[in-house]
């Protein structure tokens, strides 16, 4: 019963921050975060029952009350998906109560990325730096909570994460001059590095690419998109280290 609250309890929590975020990055495209919330499209003001997480999007038929016109199904969509990565990170991942806390908080910044990255193409660097410290944390936590690894070898094993990520990542970007990935990318490999083993790494970033590939290759073969286009491979990578985490620890018992 009590699972049965805290699981409830957390999804809201999670579609909360999904809100929140969402209209964060969202309105940075329209530069209209200064004021209250308020409709995009007829700008008037929003009360609190407009702003209740899933519910409201739901209740209102994904349409604004007052000007009737679509809202962007992305807020509905990507809070439901938050609210599911808190709840399912509380019911399955092996995490102590501290180290679930700072997980969620992981992977909100991861989330904030892949969003900000699909719909403004850039990485920010702050949220990059905060997300690094953050996995550092998680990371010295494990190893803490960890009764068969010592922290430094726990460490040891993360740092080679290192090596596949920013390695690879630096030489393309190097070598490309930064036409095919970014900066951002470069340095979003690091809080990843950090995060995940280094076999977990390696499975993130094919995860990453093949996404990539899934994607764009259509878009790019139907002319949609052309060949100097920039990929947001931020976004890719953020979901594949949230995925590629997800099974490392479900799945860590079995290697
Ligand atoms: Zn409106």
Request: hydrophobic letters at 55%; proline letters at 3%.
């Amino acid at each position: 019963m009590t699972d049965a609250i805290a699981t409830f309890f957390l999804f809201w929590l999670g579609a909360g921050v999904g809100s929140f975020v969402s209209l964060k990055v969202l309105r940075s495209i329209n530069q209209s975060t200064k004021g209250g919330s308020h409709c995009d499209k007829c700008r008037h003001k929003l009360a609190w029952s407009d702003l209740v997480p899933v519910l409201s999007y739901v209740v209102l038929g994904g349409k604004c009350r007052y000007c009737r016109q679509s809202i962007s199904p992305t807020y509905g969509l990507f809070e439901i998906l938050m609210g599911c990565l808190f709840a399912l990170s509380y019911l399955y991942l092996p995490l102590s109560f501290i180290e679930l806390a700072v997980w969620l908080a992981v992977a909100t910044l991861l989330m904030s990325l892949f969003l900000t990255d699909l719909y403004c193409r850039k990485l920010p660097f702050i949220q990059i730096l905060i997300l690094t410290i953050l996995c550092s944390i998680f990371v010295v936590l494990t190893g803490v909570f960890s009764e068969q690894k010592m922290c430094t070898s726990v460490m040891i094993e993360h740092i080679f994460s290192l090596i596949p990520l920013t390695g690879l990542f630096g030489t393309v970007f190097l070598l490309t001059r930064g036409r095919l990935i970014g900066g951002g990318d470069v340095l979003l490999g690091l809080p990843i590095a950090i995060l995940l083993e280094w076999r977990w790494a390696i499975v993130a970033l094919l995860l990453a690419s093949v996404l990539a590939l899934i994607f764009y290759l259509p878009l790019f073969f139907a002319k949609k998109i052309k060949s100097n286009t920039k990929i947001p491979f931020g976004s890719f990578l953020a979901i594949a280290a949230l995925t590629s985490f997800f099974v490392m620890k479900l799945f860590v018992d079995f290697f």
